[in-house]
């Protein structure tokens, strides 16, 4: 439990960068940080209501952050968050330090050192000063795209291009990495200093996938290759309501359930449309219709067990996360193992196949996901391979059933287990 100050009485504290002012995104990484209380600090005169404003909390620990003349991004302070034990009066601040050692505009105070370093800086004192004056800090160095001076139009833009870095994910696919993010990217840069937000971003991909799913359910060939244009440009587009949202430090679990479910939508209905379509020109082939049946069953059935897993155990909005193949362990190592901490890890298995083969099932997983899928539908529906790929989308549904089931009946059990030994469904790292 802490209270936070945002420094920002600095004449660049109004500039922009990426769509958020110097002290306004300041404000934004106190709070997503944690701080039940923040106060921005954009005129000198202000420092001096800062320790009657401290007073009228219950004087827990206090953040103070440095944002009017750099940009700063959560991991400046989560290191100073994560560094644990309890905050007594009179713990030890912490310091936030560059790879240089340099104070880094960032300290974490119990409330004895908070008390007398609000009382300094109402008298006009640095946070820098201040720094330098608890010789016992623990000096912590801060995460990677952390912060980045922003005085001057040069330094601004080297820190949008800072910024900019966190838009690649560790779960993109080389696909995704090189063909989706350098297309949405641009966009995203454009989109940030407007008022549009990630959700409108998100409900302009769903119609935009809808609208070319109902292109390619019609039986001429423009029609096919304009539908799967349009879903194809909905996946560069639905980059960017992520993007916008990380730059802005504005996610949200709506936001995250309701990207993950247009995609899903998106993938599901074209597999219908993209049936209807063969159906409709190979209408000498009567098992057509009912296998549009059956995928969509088998598409059904793999979103219901990978939103379960979501929903009861990772407790995320993105399908990324899912895992199918988990044991239960009695504990995490934080503390002492027991019935009631056991919880659920991705198994740990030693390969059983050649380094060769294992090469090749990481190519054929790459092949059958979303980003690469719609820039195969638009290559195969220009050379008329419609069917070809009817039938690739459809033998996909039907194998990851195959997958996905087994998968979700051992987790109903795991569960089960989990709840006889009193234990809450939660997932913890390998």
């Not at 838009?167 to 549009?196: F, M, N």
């Not at 302009?204 to 001429?220: I, R, S």
Request: hydrophobic share 50%; aromatic share 6%; with cysteine.
């Amino acid at each position: 439990m802490f209270d936070a100050v945002v420094l920002a009485d600095s004449p660049h504290a109004g500039a922009k960068v990426l769509g958020l002012t110097l002290a306004e995104r300041g404000r934004r990484v106190a709070a997503r940080a944690g701080a039940r209380r923040v106060r921005v600090i954009e005129r000198a005169e202000e420092r001096a209501e800062l320790p009657a404003w401290y007073a009228e909390g219950d004087e827990s620990a206090l953040l103070i952050l440095r944002a009017g003349d750099q940009v700063v991004h959560p991991p400046l302070v989560e290191p100073l968050l994560a560094a644990g034990g309890p905050d007594a009066p009179d713990a030890p601040v912490r310091v936030a330090v560059g790879p240089d050692g340099a104070y880094a505009g960032a300290l974490w105070l119990g409330p004895v050192a908070a008390r007398k370093t609000l009382v300094a800086l109402a008298d006009g004192a640095t946070d820098a000063a201040l720094a330098e004056q608890w010789p016992g800090a623990a000096k912590l160095p801060h995460g990677e795209i952390a912060r980045h001076p922003a005085t001057t139009p040069a330094e601004r833009e080297g820190a949008a291009r800072m910024l900019l870095r966190i838009l690649v994910k560790a779960e993109d696919s080389p696909i995704s990495k090189y063909v989706y993010r350098p297309i949405s990217r641009p966009l995203t840069r454009l989109l940030v200093g407007t008022k549009v937000t990630p959700n409108q971003v998100s409900y302009v991909v769903g119609l935009l996938g809808l609208l070319g799913c109902w292109f390619t359910a019609q039986a001429g060939q423009a029609s096919l290759i304009l539908g799967a244009a349009l879903v194809l440009v909905a996946g560069f587009i639905d980059g960017c309501d992520g993007e916008i949202a990380r730059l802005r430090l504005s996610s949200s679990k709506f936001g995250a359930w309701l990207d993950t479910i247009v995609d899903e939508l998106t993938t599901t209905v074209y597999f219908v449309a993209l049936g209807w379509h063969t159906h409709l020109h190979r209408p000498d082939l009567p098992w057509i219709v009912p296998s549009i049946a059956v995928g969509l069953a088998c598409y059904l059935v793999c979103v219901y067990g990978i939103y379960y897993f979501l929903i009861v155990v990772s407790k995320t909005g993105n399908s990324q996360h899912y895992v199918g193949d988990l044991e239960i362990i009695d504990g995490d190592g934080i503390g002492a193992a027991s019935a009631a901490t056991a919880a659920l890890r991705p198994r740990r298995r030693a390969p059983a196949a050649p380094a060769w083969l294992q090469q090749v099932g990481g190519v054929l997983l790459l092949l059958v996901r979303r980003d690469f899928v719609n820039l195969a539908a638009l290559a195969a529906t220009l050379v008329d391979g419609y069917f070809a790929l009817y039938l690739v989308m459809l033998g996909g549904g039907v194998l990851s059933v195959v997958t996905i089931v087994p998968e979700h009946l051992r987790l109903r059990r795991q569960l089960r287990e989990l709840t006889r030994r009193g234990a809450t469904p939660r997932l913890v790292s390998p």
